[in-house]
């Protein structure tokens, strides 16, 4: 398996704009985490899915922040609109919940808002 | 909530020296503890894991204790070599949330 795939590693763009990230995550596994990681907050958990419902969204940090999975081998995490605070490392992760698995996690977008 | 506190913020160690990181957990419900390390520019991997029946593990130069009673685990590195330097993270979850440690900047002198 080619483990979770994440896209773009790497987004620059402008205060204001729409940002999207994308995930891929391992085939068979039905829980999906986005998370975000700063060098001041450590790794934050955003939302989780589970069988591509999101079971906990508490840590998305506002309105501009919104998740989806579509279907069981894709999500995304949109910023709209981005502010230079939300620059950061954001990882999605995927799990075979039924065990309390492993968690995989992808390379992670690196996003700068100027 | 689960809180997961971790300690020390940075380690540095001579090359064939231990490193010890330690973790403590606050909800007794928390029944898997794994460990990750992750290396510049990427994702952090998992490199050994503890469930809350068991009281240690050992994978080659790695290991894991457990603690129950003290709510308290450690990773524990022997050997070291340059290869270990990274960012180490423990985590802490009772199902499908895990909760994460602040992180280790292990540096491994030579």
């Known amino acids: 398996d080619a483990g979770v795939i994440q896209s773009p590693r790497h987004e620059v763009t402008e205060m204001g704009q729409e940002v999207t990230l994308r995930c891929k995550p391992i085939s068979g596994h039905n829980s999906l985490f986005w998370y975000r990681q700063t060098m001041m907050r450590g790794l934050e958990l955003l939302i989780y899915f589970n069988n591509n419902v999101p079971i906990d969204d508490s840590g998305m940090p506002e309105d501009r922040f919104s998740a989806k999975m579509p279907n069981a081998s894709f999500s995304t995490l949109k910023i709209q609109p981005s502010e230079p605070r939300d620059s950061a490392v954001y990882f999605c992760?995927?799990?075979?919940?039924?065990?309390?698995?492993?968690?995989?996690f992808g390379e992670g977008s690196r996003l700068t808002v100027l | 909530g689960e809180n997961v506190e971790q300690h020390p913020s940075t380690l540095s160690v001579q090359e064939g020296d231990s490193a010890v990181i330690k973790c403590t957990y606050s909800?007794?419900?928390?029944?898997?503890f794994p460990w990750y390390k992750q290396e510049l520019g990427k994702g952090p991997q998992l490199i050994i894991d503890?469930?809350?029946?068991?009281g240690e593990k050992k994978d080659q130069r790695i290991a894991v204790t457990l603690n129950k009673t003290a709510k308290h685990f450690s990773l524990h590195i022997t050997e070291t070599q340059p290869e270990d330097s990274a960012v180490y993270f423990c985590?802490?979850?009772?199902?499908?949330?895990?909760?994460f440690g602040t992180g280790t900047s292990l540096t491994v002198i030579p």
């Open positions: 985590a802490a979850t009772t199902g499908n949330q895990f909760y």
């Open positions: 503890i469930r809350s029946n068991v």
């Open positions: 992760a995927s799990s075979f919940s039924a065990n309390t698995g492993e968690l995989f």
């Open positions: 909800d007794s419900a928390s029944n898997y």
